[in-house]
């Protein structure tokens, strides 16, 4: 389910924590990014979508929507994935991806795009038609 701007706050702690812990490889952890992605989150550039099981948060996803200025095609970005404990049924990712699916064909994307370090995750993307055969390497330009 969609968390709206209006509900952020009221579980901002337990969504900072999922995010800080499911950051994609080419974003920093630094206090000034996540009041980035807060503000992004309550002005609706991010959307937050959760996952509750019995009143209780089991995983949360962040998206935005990536745009490619020279081929004009927009994709549905998974910034980030968290879930507690993994223990989440294949099933329920499966209906939470095609939910996902659903949502960015809505609003004009093209493809779901993603990074993980998670092989339960990989396994599942190849289970829904996910190519798993890209690889993203990341060179830090500090590194000399």
Known sequence: ???YPAEIGASWGFIK?????????????TEDNFSDILAAMLDGTMIVWGLR???MWKAICVTT?????VTRQ???FMFSLY???GGIEDEVWLGAMLHLKRYAKKIGCTQITSTTTNPRLVELAKKMNGNTNYTI???N???E
């Open 65 to 69: 929507v990536s745009f490619d200025g």
């Open 137 to 139: 390497v990341v060179f």
């Open 74 to 76: 927009k994709n549905l």
């Open 83 to 85: 879930a507690v404990d």
């Open 17 to 29: 924590q999922a995010v800080m812990l499911s950051l994609p490889p080419t974003v920093a952890y």
């Open 1 to 3: 389910m969609r968390i």
């Open 141 to 143: 330009v500090e590194d």
């Open 53 to 55: 099981i019995e009143e």
